[in-house]
């Protein structure tokens, strides 16, 4: 990876303040938060607060999510490195980033096309080879690269898309936060066959998921 900055430092200090304090314990997710650079995703006014125990603001009204919450999602998918996962909200790239080193492939949809390229930019800058992006509505997923073993929703539904659940691969995780434009609870979906079963992990708050399957404008 090319980071020519020195936040490794930080990035320890996130990963035992914030994650390994809480409930963050597969060593494939933490090995994943030590080494993707957060302050390289984020806008260059927020470097100082790239490590800190939140969201920030990456432009289009639109939000990188706190490393917690990154992390959790990750974690929830149960991922062991040969797996093809769909993240919808691709936004800064940074979750994308962090399964890029937990999946073989990453396919990834935002529907602001201008935050999709520089997202694209900076996986290039990175090395991320296995990371690809899409542009469009993704609340109707990515058919034509499913079936996939863990799809990340990381904006907020009103429902579970069936669309969605219908990509999922047998025994595939879903991730998603649903709920009002308010106030959502995480969703973990698994597939067994053509049965679905739900568990709710923790109430969460996204920006809301802006298309067929979500929310209107
Ligand atoms: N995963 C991102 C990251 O690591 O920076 C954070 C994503 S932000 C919380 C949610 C993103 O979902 C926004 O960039 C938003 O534009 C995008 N989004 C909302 N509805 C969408 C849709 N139907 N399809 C694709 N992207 C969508």
């Known amino acids: 990876m090319n980071d020519k900055t020195d936040f490794e430092a930080d990035r320890k200090h996130m990963v035992e303040n914030q994650l390994l304090s809480r ?34 603001p990456i432009g289009r009204g639109q939000t990188i999510s706190q490393p917690y919450i990154v992390a959790l999602m990750s974690q929830l998918l149960e991922l062991k490195g040969d797996e093809t996962v769909l993240e919808i909200g691709t936004g800064s790239g940074y979750q994308a980033a962090v399964l890029g080193f937990l999946a073989r492939d990453v396919y990834t949809i ?22 690809h992006i899409h542009i469009g509505d993704g609340s109707k997923g990515l058919p034509q690269y499913a079936p996939y073993k863990g799809i990340i929703v990381t904006a907020a539904a009103p429902n579970v898309p069936q669309a969605l659940l219908d990509q999922l691969d047998e025994g595939g995780k879903l991730v998603i936060p649903v709920g009002s434009r308010g106030g959502q609870f995480l969703e973990r979906w698994l597939r067994k066959g053509d049965d679905f079963q739900c568990e709710n992990v923790i109430p969460v708050a996204f920006v809301p998921l802006v298309g067929k399957y979500g929310w209107e404008e």
Do not use: T
Request: proline content about 7%; hydrophobic content about 40%; charged content about 30%.
């Open 110 to 131: 935002e529907r602001h096309e201008e935050l999709a390229r520089q997202a694209s930019r900076l996986m290039e800058d990175l090395g991320l080879g296995n990371v």
């Open 23 to 56: 409930d963050i314990r597969d060593p494939l997710v933490l090995e994943a938060m030590r080494k993707v650079p957060r302050h390289r995703f984020v806008l260059p006014e927020y470097h100082h607060l790239a490590y800190s125990d939140g969201p920030l």
